[in-house]
């Protein structure tokens, strides 16, 4: 009797245990995990990742998307566990700061997950200007508010946080572009960071420095906090030295990962995380100034590889955009009404090219001005729907980043 009292005793301590396991989380530490939460902002959300990618596009996100192309850790995780297929949660949210961590990390607590990832912060040092960034110790309480939260609540999930990329880089790599300059300045872009991007005034180099040693600082709390549980990876920074080149910025906002740069986060921190082999850190410095080189035009085509623009199929004169069929984003001239053979204007009457609103044979400023009239006004005109979506907005003026400051030469 007594033997059978204590069977039931146990029974029931095992059944309590797995209650309060929350919704089916194995709570083990080894292999391979059966579902996995990715907690951060847009980057995480694969925001803005391509021309024609606007908003966010989860499924080219480095932790939990679905592309092949990226290789997301949910991806590579797949092919080794099939279990895995379907729960992979993108809590993160655009524009979300530390302060929010927490909330994500209690849905992740929902979720009863058995991996999380965490990459959190740029938007504490990517801010309207300097003095609006989050002050060091607040950040590491927020981030230290989100982790007792995870760990309370799963307790047997494995936590990988990585480090905040390298901001000053962004500038550095792309201080010289003038559409990324356009870009920044236009839509007010990062301005503690990316504020006067072509100055070299002292002032705006001091505050550059500072900024980017507010990002350092950032990225030690996460460090440090991170030590504090059983449970929790630190990339070592591997995230923060990777030396992260133009082609992995998206030429949308010249802000937020390419496609090419979500793939390089994913496999970067895939090897620094609990699956991956790591590698040894690099020294967290400044590629050097590279030497400058001829801006090519448009008159150097028909060789796509010539011109600074993506160069979409069925583009007979390589201006940018196609003749007759939609592609890469930008929408045909036959729909736009602009001349599909001919590369550029030969006089102030002559629609060319879709970019050159005033056919001066350079786009500039003055050519974006042009979109006021039919925005503002609301009167359909398909001159200036240059991806032929049948409106004319925002997303048509987003599309000037690449052809900013270039011009083009006649045969």
């Given at each position: 009797m007594r033997y059978a009292l204590w069977l039931f005793v146990g029974l029931v301590a095992l059944v309590a245990l797995a209650l309060s396991i929350p919704n089916g989380a194995t709570g083990t530490r080894s292999g391979y995990p059966d579902s996995m939460a990715s907690l951060g902002d847009s980057i995480t959300r694969a925001a803005n990742p391509g021309p024609s990618l606007f908003g966010d596009q989860p499924q080219y996100s480095w932790s939990t998307g679905e592309n092949s192309t990226v290789q997301s850790h949910y991806y590579r995780i797949l092919q080794q566990n099939s279990l895995i297929s379907g729960n992979n949660y993108n809590d993160a949210v655009s524009g979300a700061r530390m302060t929010h961590l927490n909330g994500q990390a209690q849905a992740a607590v929902s979720q009863g997950v058995e991996y999380v990832t965490i990459l959190m912060g740029a938007n504490d040092v990517c801010t309207s200007s300097e003095a609006t960034m989050t002050a060091v110790n607040t950040f590491r309480s927020q981030f230290q508010q989100a982790m007792d939260t995870l760990t309370t609540g799963l307790p047997d999930a494995r936590i990988f946080v990585a480090t905040i990329p390298d901001i000053y880089r962004?500038?550095?790599?792309?201080?010289?572009?003038?559409?990324?300059?356009?870009?920044?300045?236009?839509?007010?872009?990062?301005?503690?960071?990316?504020?006067?991007?072509?100055?070299?005034?002292?002032?705006?180099?001091?505050?550059?420095?500072?900024?980017?040693?507010?990002?350092?600082?950032?990225?030690?709390?996460?460090?440090?906090?991170?030590?504090?549980?059983?449970?929790?990876?630190?990339?070592?920074?591997?995230?923060?030295?990777?030396?992260?080149?133009?082609?992995?910025?998206?030429?949308?906002?010249?802000?937020?990962?390419?496609?090419?740069?979500?793939?390089?986060?994913?496999?970067?921190?895939?090897?620094?995380?609990?699956?991956?082999?790591?590698?040894?850190?690099?020294?967290?410095?400044p590629t050097p100034t590279p030497t400058p080189t001829a801006t090519p035009t448009l008159g150097d085509c028909p060789n796509p590889g010539s011109v600074p623009w993506t160069v979409p199929s069925g583009d007979a004169d390589c201006d940018g955009f196609p003749s007759t069929v939609a592609a890469g984003g930008r929408g045909p001239e036959a729909a736009i009404g602009t001349d599909a053979t001919d590369p550029c204007p030969d006089d102030a009457s002559d629609d060319a090219w879709p970019m050159d609103f005033d056919m001066n044979t350079t786009v500039n400023i003055i050519d974006v001005l042009f979109f006021a009239t039919p925005i503002l006004s609301g009167q359909y005109d398909s001159r200036f729907d240059l991806n032929a979506n049948g409106v004319v907005n925002i997303i048509d003026v987003l599309m000037f980043g690449p052809f900013i400051g270039r011009s083009c030469t006649n045969p």
């Open positions: 962004l500038w550095f790599i792309l201080k010289d572009n003038p559409s990324a300059v356009f870009t920044w300045n236009t839509f007010a872009i990062c301005q503690s960071m990316l504020a006067n991007p072509t100055s070299t005034a002292q002032a705006d180099i001091d505050r550059r420095n500072r900024v980017r040693q507010r990002n350092i600082d950032f990225n030690t709390q996460l460090s440090e906090v991170c030590a504090l549980y059983s449970n929790c990876l630190f990339d070592d920074n591997i995230g923060f030295s990777t030396q992260f080149e133009p082609v992995h910025v998206s030429t949308l906002d010249y802000f937020h990962p390419s496609i090419a740069g979500q793939t390089l986060a994913a496999s970067v921190s895939w090897d620094a995380s609990y699956f991956g082999t790591p590698t040894p850190t690099p020294t967290p410095t």
